[in-house]
T-cell receptor
């Protein structure tokens, strides 16, 4: 499978716990994006990497959120001290440096109880 | 600020009839425009894009879209709808001239094709 893969697909956690999600992009893609999607809304941009450098962060990315892409390949998104408002689908996407379209993974659905 | 509007939350069409899903945008600069489709419990799948050139672009599964600069629109079309086209459709825009690399998405249009 050469698509974008995300792990886990589902995560249920108690409020206040920390969670970490992983994304493996398409191997030759330099750019990696994280988005959040809530019910009835389109995906909202969180952050963007070019290789290992985090170049853009949305205002949605509070200080409880941190993302890394240590070797320019896979990426992790960590949410500390989760809140119920963090419940959403977290989508990862990747694209070529000079390409147009981004290819999305199937997402990680987070439920904070 | 960049924004994308999908004025219809829901579109119903009979199988075999032509379908249109509307998208308008507001950007400062020349937009790159995209359509994605999302099936239940699946990620977004790329359908087509407009970067430059011919205003009519063709994409996957028989879909096409027309870029209209004067009306700032990028409507998605298909000549003959299939029941399997029923899904959630998202229009998105990126404006590279602003330095931003992310996509701005509309709120989505749910397409239902009635057998």
């Amino acid at each position: 499978d050469t698509g974008v893969s995300q792990d886990p697909r589902h995560k249920i956690t108690k409020r206040g716990q920390n969670v970490t999600f992983r994304c493996d992009p398409i191997s030759e893609h330099n750019r990696l994006y994280w988005y959040r999607q809530t019910l009835g809304q389109g995906p909202e941009f969180l952050t963007y990497f070019q290789n290992e450098a985090q170049l853009e962060k949305s205002r949605l990315l509070s200080d409880r959120f941190s993302a890394e892409r240590p070797k320019g390949s896979f990426s992790t998104l960590e949410i500390q001290r989760t809140e119920q408002g963090d419940s959403a689908m977290y989508l990862c996407a990747s694209s070529l440096l000079r390409g147009g379209e981004a290819f999305f993974g199937q997402g990680t659905r987070l439920t904070v109880v | 600020a960049q924004s994308v509007a999908q004025p219809e939350d829901q579109v119903n069409v009979a199988e075999g009839n032509p379908l249109t899903v509307k998208c308008t945008y507001s950007v400062s600069g020349n937009p790159y425009l995209f359509w994605y489709v999302q099936y239940p419990n699946r990620g977004l799948q790329f359908l087509l894009k407009y970067i430059t050139g011919d205003n009519l672009v063709k994409g996957s599964y028989g879909f096409e879209a027309e870029f209209n600069k004067s009306q700032t629109s990028f409507h998605l079309k298909k000549p003959s709808a299939l029941v399997s086209d029923s899904a959630l459709y998202f229009c998105a825009v990126r404006v590279p001239q602003t330095g931003a690399n992310n996509l701005f998405f509309g709120t989505g249009t749910r397409l239902t094709v009635i057998p």
